[in-house]
C-alpha cells in the first residue's frame, strides 16, 4: 500500500482472522481503505496478504457465547437481500470465503470497526445512519426530495398513532435485543416500517432516543451551545412576565440560525413532544418529563460528552431551554423569509438611477471611439462634421440628394458668358437648372454652347457621385465603429456585473468569517474559564483533603503520645509490683 492509499485510511488496527485449513485464528493488521478491508502481516508491510471487497455484503455482530466469554466476534457475509436470485447466485464474500470472521479485542474495539464498515457498505444507500452526521444523512433524503431523517419520520408516525395514551412513553425502556436489531436494520439502508403486531411502544420510543442520542453532534450544534444556554437562563431568572417574553422572543430570533435542516428536523421534533404533553393525563409525561429527557439530546456541548459532571450541572439548564421549545413551539418556531430574488436581478440598475448609471457625453464618447481605433484625438472641426455626416447617414437622407452643388469653375463660365452675376442655387433637377439659367435667343454659338453645358453637367454628375460614394463609405466607416464601441461598452458592463458579484461574495465571505470567528473566540474564552474553573476546585478540593489529612495526622501523634506514656505507667507500675513479689 503507498502513501497515497495510506492516507484514505479510514480505520486501521489488529484483529484476529480465522483461515486456513484447520480454521486458526492468526493475528492481522487490517486497514480500512475506500471499498476495501486489507489486511496485512506486518503493521508496516506495504504488499497485503489480502482484501475483501465491501459494497454488496453485509457485517453483523456475532451473538455472545458462553463458552468463549473473551471473543468479541463480527462476521462478514454475502448480502443475500442484494441478489436477484439468492439461490443461483454467488453466495460468497470471495471466490475462496463465503465468509470472514474476525475477532476484536473488546467489544468497543467491534462496535466501532461494525460501524465504519456499515459506513462503507450502506452510506451511499442512505444506510449507517447511526452515529452519522445530520448533514451526511440529509444530503442523502435531500436526493429523494424529503426534509427529515426517515427514522425520525417513521418512529414519529408509529408513535402519534399508537403510543399517545401509553403510560410512560419515553421514561419507560424498550426491548434491548428488539432495538439493537431495528438498528442494524436501519444500518443496512433497509426501509423498516413498523407494525404494531411486531415492536412496541417503547421499543420505538428508545430507538429515537438511542439514534439522537449517538449523533456525532447535537440537534443544536455546539456553536450555539452558550447562546442558547444564555437564553434559557435568562428565562429562567426572569422576575416579570414581560423578561420572559423577551427570552422567548430571544429563542423565536436565535432558531433560524441554526442549519435549515436542523432547524426543521428540531421544529418537527418540538411539535411531536408538544402533542405528546397534551396527553400528560394519561402517559403521564408533562412537558417538564419529556424536557428531562430529552434534554442532552437536543442540545449538548462537546466536552459535556466526556464529563458526566459537566452534564449533571447543566442539567436545569437544558431542560429549561427545551421545556421552552415545546411549551411555545407555535411561537417560537417561526421560518425567516429568505429574499429568493436572483444576485443577476440584484445588479440590475434601473434606468432612472442616474447616480448608478455613467451615462458618458458625445464628446468622450467621441474622443473614446477615436483613440480606440485610431490611437490619437481629432479636432473639434472634424468631430463635428463627422458627427454631421454619421447623423444624416442614419436618418436615411443623402446630403446630395437634397442640394447638389455647382463646380465653381462652370459657374464663373457660365456667369461670363451671359454677363450677369448671379448666385448659383443648388438644384437635384433639370428645371431647376433651366430656372435659374434662362436660355437666350438663338445663336450660331448655341450649339457649342449645349454641348459645354452637357459636358460640364456630365463631369458635374461623376463629381457628385464621388463625393457621394465617400460620404458614405465613411458613414459606414463610422457605424462599423459605432457597433464595435457598442459591443465593447456590453462586454465592460458584464465584467462590471461580475465584479459586483465577486464583491458581493467576498463581502459575505468576510461576514462568515467574522461570525465564525466570534463564536471561535467564544467557544475559546468558555473552555478556559470552564478549565480554569475546574483547576480551582480540584486545587480547593486537594487542599481540603491535605489539610483533613494534616488534622488526622496531627491527632494520631497525640494519640500516640498518649498511648506512650500510658504504657510507660503501665511498666512502671507493674515492675514495682514485681519487685515486691
Request: proline share 4%.
Amino acid at each position: 500500500m503507498n502513501a497515497a492509499q495510506r492516507q484514505r485510511i479510514i480505520r486501521s488496527g489488529w484483529l484476529k482472522k480465522q483461515g486456513g485449513m484447520v480454521r486458526t485464528w492468526h493475528r492481522r493488521w487490517f486497514c480500512l481503505n475506500n471499498d476495501f478491508l486489507f489486511y496485512f502481516a506486518k503493521e508496516d508491510d506495504s504488499k497485503p496478504l489480502g482484501c475483501i471487497f465491501l459494497p454488496g455484503n453485509r457485517v453483523c455482530e456475532v451473538p455472545f457465547n458462553p463458552e468463549e466469554p473473551d471473543k468479541c466476534l463480527l462476521e462478514i457475509s454475502a448480502d443475500l437481500s442484494l441478489m436477484e436470485d439468492p439461490g443461483k447466485g454467488q453466495t460468497r464474500v470471495t471466490s475462496n470465503h463465503e465468509t470472514y470472521l474476525l475477532w476484536a479485542a473488546n467489544d468497543e474495539e467491534r462496535q466501532k470497526w461494525i460501524k465504519n464498515i456499515r459506513k462503507v457498505m450502506y452510506s451511499s444507500f442512505g444506510g449507517a445512519i447511526f452515529g452519522q452526521s445530520l448533514e451526511e444523512t440529509m444530503a442523502f433524503e435531500h436526493k429523494l426530495n424529503r426534509r427529515l431523517p426517515y427514522i425520525m419520520e417513521q418512529c414519529v408516525h408509529f408513535l402519534t398513532k399508537n403510543g399517545l395514551d401509553v403510560e410512560g412513553i419515553f421514561r419507560l425502556p424498550g426491548r434491548n435485543l428488539l432495538i439493537k436489531e431495528l438498528k442494524e436494520r436501519f444500518d443496512s439502508a433497509e426501509r423498516v416500517v413498523f407494525d404494531i403486531e411486531e415492536v412496541d411502544v417503547h421499543t420505538v420510543a428508545s430507538l429515537l432516543k438511542l439514534y439522537l442520542r449517538e449523533l456525532p453532534q447535537s440537534v443544536i450544534p455546539a456553536e450555539y451551545y452558550q447562546k442558547f444556554m444564555n437564553i434559557a437562563l435568562r428565562y429562567q431568572s426572569a422576575q416579570t412576565p414581560e423578561d420572559k417574553q423577551k427570552a422567548i422572543f430571544d429563542l423565536r430570533e436565535s432558531l433560524p440560525d441554526i442549519p435549515t435542516d436542523n432547524f426543521h428536523i428540531l421544529s418537527f421534533l418540538c411539535k411531536f413532544l408538544a402533542l405528546v404533553s397534551r396527553n400528560s393525563e394519561v402517559n403521564k409525561m408533562t412537558v417538564l418529563n419529556i424536557a428531562t429527557v430529552f434534554g442532552p439530546n437536543i442540545i449538548r456541548n462537546v466536552s459535556e460528552a466526556d464529563s458526566a459532571e459537566l452534564l449533571m450541572a447543566t442539567a436545569d439548564i437544558t431542560q429549561q431551554l427545551v421545556f421552552m421549545m415545546i411549551e411555545y413551539e407555535k411561537d417560537v418556531f417561526v421560518e425567516k423569509q429568505v429574499d429568493t430574488t436572483p444576485v443577476g436581478n440584484l445588479l440590475d440598475l434601473e434606468p432612472e438611477d442616474n447616480t448608478c448609471v455613467l451615462k458618458p457625453t458625445s464628446l468622450n464618447l467621441m474622443d473614446c471611439i477615436n483613440k480606440e481605433l485610431f490611437g490619437s484625438e481629432i479636432p473639434a472641426s472634424e468631430f463635428e462634421e463627422l458627427l454631421a455626416l454619421q447623423q444624416l447617414s442614419l436618418d436615411g437622407v443623402s446630403p446630395i440628394a437634397e442640394n447638389k452643388p455647382v463646380a465653381p469653375v462652370r459657374r464663373k463660365k457660365m456667369a461670363n458668358r451671359r454677363g450677369e452675376n448671379r448666385k448659383v442655387v443648388m438644384s437635384g433637377t433639370e428645371e431647376e437648372l433651366e430656372t435659374h439659367f434662362p436660355v437666350g435667343p438663338e445663336s450660331p454659338d448655341s450649339e457649342n454652347q449645349d454641348s459645354e453645358l452637357a459636358e460640364s453637367s456630365d463631369s458635374l454628375y461623376n463629381g457628385q457621385t464621388a463625393v457621394e460614394l465617400d460620404i458614405h463609405s465613411k458613414c459606414e466607416q463610422l457605424e462599423q465603429q459605432n457597433k464595435t464601441l457598442q459591443e465593447r461598452g456590453v462586454q465592460q458592463e458584464v465584467k462590471i456585473n461580475e465584479m459586483r458579484m465577486k464583491i458581493a461574495r467576498l463581502e459575505r465571505y468576510m461576514k462568515e468569517l467574522t461570525r465564525s470567528n466570534s463564536v471561535i473566540v467564544q467557544r475559546y474564552e468558555a473552555r478556559i474559564s470552564t478549565m480554569d474553573n475546574a483547576h480551582k476546585n480540584a486545587i480547593k478540593t486537594l487542599q481540603d483533603k491535605l489539610k483533613a489529612e494534616k488534622k488526622s495526622t496531627d491527632e494520631a501523634v497525640k494519640r500516640v503520645m498518649i498511648l506512650q506514656t500510658q504504657l510507660q505507667h503501665y511498666h512502671l507500675k507493674y515492675e514495682s509490683m514485681v519487685l515486691l513479689w
